[in-house]
């Protein structure tokens, strides 16, 4: 069974310039998450799609956004780059129904440097 | 504010020794309680805890909830060089899957 794959793997933008990520989860996983994991924050929760609809949004400002389409593929876009934005964005599957605990399983994520 | 908070940040010891993880959380309406692993690439999952008192193992690795005193403890005995990583601790709400991260504890294990 094929894992969550994630592209670009890295990719290197200037300020002001936007990016997109793409992720494809393991096959049946209805639930997508996206996190940013930065060396002095760790792992911060960006959203999570489930069935094609946001089900929860973190502290993020509005410059990041998501969406996911109806194979459970997601994508994750940030407009107007800051360099604060450097960052590994890591995606993650789960199997989770709507009220049943799923574990997470993370692609190799996409490292985004802006210059 | 939601938050897990691990200790310690980081620890050395040596080959067969045993070390204990620790992480404390305060999630609203938790549900659950995950430990990974991370080396220099993607978190691999170790443990999912739900319910307090019932200890899960595999292998060397272990790790208890307790849902009075808001904490986990993730054990590895025996320790082995390829147990070198960043743990991982996260807690999630009872809806959906947003989970809240520790920093992690840095292990290193020298032979």
């Known amino acids: 069974k094929a894992g969550v794959t994630q592209t670009p793997r890295y990719l290197i933008k200037t300020r002001g310039q936007q990016v997109t990520l793409s992720c494809s989860p393991i096959?049946?996983?209805?639930?997508v998450s996206w996190y940013q994991q930065t060396p002095g924050q760790g792992l911060q929760f960006l959203f999570e799609?489930?069935?094609?609809?946001?089900?929860n949004k973190g502290n993020f400002p509005g410059r990041f956004s998501g969406r996911q389409f109806s194979n459970s593929r997601s994508e994750m876009n940030v407009s107007t780059l800051e360099l604060g934005d450097s960052a590994l964005y890591l995606c993650?599957?789960?199997?989770?129904?709507?009220?049943?605990?799923?574990?997470?399983?993370f692609g190799e994520g996409s490292r985004l440097t802006v210059l | 504010e939601d938050k897990v908070v691990q200790s310690p940040l980081s620890l050395v010891v040596h080959e067969g020794d045993t070390v204990t993880l620790n992480c404390s959380y305060e999630?609203?309406?938790?549900?659950?309680l995950l430990w990974y692993k991370q080396e220099k690439k993607a978190p691999t999952f170790l443990f999912m805890l739900?319910?307090?008192?019932i200890e899960k193992k595999s292998g060397r690795l272990s790790s208890i909830l307790d849902k009075k005193e808001l904490f986990s403890i993730l054990n590895i005995t025996a320790t082995q060089t390829g147990d070198s990583a960043v743990y991982l601790c996260?807690?999630?709400?009872?809806?959906?899957?947003?989970?809240?991260f520790g920093t992690g504890t840095s292990l290193t294990v020298i032979p």
């Open positions: 993650a599957s789960s199997p989770t129904g709507q009220k049943v605990p799923g574990e997470l399983f």
């Open positions: 096959s049946g996983h209805r639930s």
């Open positions: 799609y489930f069935s094609e609809t946001q089900r």
């Open positions: 999630v609203t309406n938790f549900r659950s």
């Open positions: 739900t319910s307090s008192g």
């Open positions: 996260a807690g999630s709400h009872i809806t959906g899957n947003q989970f809240y």
